[in-house]
C-alpha cells in the first residue's frame, strides 16, 4: 500500500472519530479550524487520487444529530452548512468571487454566528407547524414539542403579507447564564458539566420531556426564510419583515457596502462579543441581494452566496504549576490545573478544569509544560495544548492518582463514565460535608444561617457528620463556636426546626441520591409518594416514572441498598421531617388504578394540564407505554414509538375528547395559570 492511500485512510479514520465525538457524543474532541483543515486535506488528496474513492468517505457525507427517539421529517428545502473563512484575505476572496459574478459592487448582510444548534421552523397560514433539527441536511428529527417551550418563537404571527408556507431558519442556543445554573445542577447531581453552552442546546433539544426543555432557559435567532418565492427584495430587508412577523432576530445585523466595512465589522465584534450574554464564534456575511442569491445557488453542501468567518478562540500561553484534586459531594473527582496567572478574554486565569484521567493522557500533560489556555464557550477555562518545545528535559509522565487524595480510598471508574469516584461516601469527608451543604441549599431544605464554611466547622467540631445530626443541634454546641454567638446559633436553630415542614419532594432532593435532582425528585414524589414505598419500589416501577431511566432506577436502589442510608432516613423520621407527600384533595375515583401515557399536542389542554387531569381523578401518569398502560392519550404529531407499542400490547388509544367524556368534564376554564374545573354529574 502507498504512501498516499495510507494517509487518506488515516485522515478518514480520523474525521470518522471527530464526527462521532461530536454528533453522538455531543462531545468534541477538535477545534474548529483543525477540523476543518482535516477535511480539506482528505478532499484534496481524494480529488488529486480519484482511484481511492469510497462512498463512505467522510468527505461524502455531512454529520447528522439523527436519534431513533424522534419522528423523522424531511426538510422541503434543504438545511446546508456554510464555508468557513479564517482571514481577510479568504473573506476578499470571497466577495471579489460574487463580484466578478455579477459585475458589480454588491451589499453585503453581516450578522453574528450564534454558536448553538440549528433549527428550522415551519409556518402555515401565520400559525407555527412545527420544528425540525437540522439532521443530515435532508432530514432531521420533529422536536416540535420542545421548542413550543422556548417563548422567543411565536406561535401565531404578528402583521401580514407571510408566504402561505415557509422554513424560517435559525440558530437555538444557551445563554451563558442559563448554561451556567444548569452545569451547577448537574455537578450538585453528580453528572458531567457540559462543555459549553452549544452542547447543552443540542442536548437539551433531544430530551424526550419537554418540562425538562422548559426549565433549561433555551432562546433562539431567526435568520433566514425559506419559501417558493422572496419575500422582499434583499435579505436586509426579509428580516426587518421577520422582526414585524414577531420573529427575534439579531440586533447585531449590519449591511455593509465593500470589504473594508465587512472587515470592520468582523474586527468590532471579535472583541466586543465578550460581552454578551450569550456564545458567538463568528460573522456570517450573506450577499443581500435575495434575487442574485438565486442565480449564484449552492453546491452540494453550501451556499455560494454566504460564508462563515470563524473567530480565532482568545488563548493565552502559561506555566502549568501543579494539579490538584478536588472531591466532589458524591465523591467524583476532579482534576485541576494550578496555573501561572495569565490575562485571558479581560480576566484573570489562574487555574483550569482538566475534567478526567482521559483528558490529561489525550494532550499529555505534565507539570511545569508550558500549556495554552482558552475559554470554552467564552466562559470556562480550559487547556487546549502543550507547547512540546518549551518541556523541561527531565519531564516525566503525569501519573493519574489511584486513591482519594481526603480519605485514601481507592479510587474506581465505572466502564460508561469518563470521571474516577471515591466510593467511600459516608467516611470521606469533602463528600460527607458536600451532602450537608447540598441538604441545607435553598432549593432542598433551605436552611438559612448554615453556610459552606459554618457547615465545615460543626464538622471539625464533631458535630456534623451526616444530615440527620443537623436536628440534633443544640444551643450550647454552637454558641461557643468561633463566628456564632448566641443570636445566630439561635437562627440556625430555628431554620433547622423550620425545615420539618418541608414538602416530601424537596426532602427526596435533599437526600442527595445520585443522579436524582429537583424535577426528578418531583416526579418520584408524584408517582410514589412516600419513602417507604420508594424504598420498596422495584427496578420495574421506578422505570414507569417520568424521567427516570436505568441509570436513576439504579441509583435509588443502590442507596436504600446501604443501611447507613437507611438508618439515616429513620432517623430525619424521627425528627419530624416530612417523608411522605401530601394528600391532594381527589375531584374523583374515576381513573382509580389507571395508567395512562400522553403524547402529541391537544387543541384544548396542554400535557401538563392533562396530566393534572389524570392525577385530580385519581389516576396515574406513565412516561412510556408498557403492558401496565391502560389508556394512551394520543394527539396531534403522536410519538410513532409510542403509537406502535400501543397497538402491539393492545392498549386502548383515547383521543382528548374520549377522555373528557371518560372523566365527565363538561368545560375547562383557565383562570391564573390553574385549572378551575366544572363537573357534569353522570348518572
Known sequence: ??????????????????????????????????????????????????????????????????????????????????????????????????????????????????????????????????????????????????????????????GEGWPEYMEIRGEIYMPHESFERLNAERADIGEEPFANPRNAAAGTLKQQNSAVVAQRGLDAVLYALQADAPVAPSHYETLQKLKEWGFKTSSAVRLCHSVEEIMEYIHYWDTERHKLPYETDGAVIKLDDTRLQRDLGATAKAPRWAVAYK?????????????????????????????????????????????????????????????????????????VGV???????????????????????????????????????????????????HYISRKAMNIEGLGDETVQLLYNHGLLHDVADLYDLRLEDLVPLDRLGQKSAENILNSVSKSRGVPYSRVLFAIGIRYVGETTAKKLAAAIPSIDALMAASREALLEVEEVGGKIADSIIDYFADPRNVEIIERLRRAGVQLQAAQTEKLSATLAGKKIVISGTFDHHSRPELKELIELHSGTNQSSVSKTTDYLLAGAGIGPKKLETATKLGVRIISEEEFMEMIGEKSVEKTDGMLEIKQQTLF
Open 311 to 383: 473567530f480565532k478562540a482568545e488563548q493565552a500561553a502559561t506555566r502549568l504549576v501543579s494539579i490538584d484534586f478536588q472531591v466532589g459531594r458524591t465523591g467524583a473527582i476532579t482534576p485541576v490545573a494550578n496555573l501561572t496567572p495569565v490575562r485571558l478574554a479581560g480576566t484573570t486565569v489562574k487555574r483550569a478544569s482538566l475534567h478526567n484521567a482521559e483528558q490529561i493522557e489525550l494532550l499529555d500533560i505534565r507539570v511545569g509544560d508550558m500549556v495554552l489556555v482558552e475559554k470554552g464557550g467564552e466562559i470556562i477555562p480550559k487547556i
Open 1 to 158: 500500500m502507498n504512501d498516499v492511500k495510507l494517509q487518506i485512510d488515516h485522515l478518514r479514520r480520523v474525521l470518522d472519530r471527530l464526527n462521532y465525538n461530536y454528533y453522538v457524543l455531543n462531545a468534541p474532541s477538535a477545534e474548529d479550524r483543525e477540523y476543518d483543515r482535516l477535511m480539506a486535506e482528505l478532499s484534496e488528496l481524494e480529488a488529486q487520487h480519484p482511484e481511492y474513492d469510497d462512498p463512505n468517505s467522510p468527505t461524502r457525507r455531512v454529520g447528522s444529530d439523527l436519534t431513533r427517539e424522534f419522528e423523522q421529517v424531511r426538510h422541503r428545502y434543504p438545511m446546508l452548512s456554510l464555508a468557513n473563512t479564517y482571514s481577510e484575505e479568504e473573506v476578499r476572496e470571497f466577495v471579489g468571487r460574487i463580484e466578478r459574478e455579477t459585475s458589480r459592487q454588491e451589499n453585503y448582510c453581516c450578522e453574528l454566528k450564534f454558536d448553538g444548534t440549528a433549527i428550522s421552523l415551519t409556518y402555515e397560514n401565520g400559525r407555527f407547524v412545527r420544528a425540525v433539527t437540522r439532521g443530515d441536511g435532508a432530514v432531521g428529527d420533529d422536536v416540535s414539542a420542545n421548542v413550543r417551550t422556548i417563548r422567543s418563537i411565536p406561535m401565531t404571527l404578528m
Open 387 to 437: 507547547d512540546r518545545e518549551q518541556r523541561p528535559a527531565d519531564s516525566v509522565p503525569f501519573p493519574y492518582i489511584t486513591h482519594c487524595p481526603e480519605c485514601g480510598t481507592e479510587l474506581v471508574r465505572a466502564e460508561d463514565e469518563a470521571k474516577h469516584y471515591c466510593p467511600n461516601a459516608t467516611g470521606c469527608p469533602p463528600q460527607i460535608v458536600g451532602r450537608i451543604v
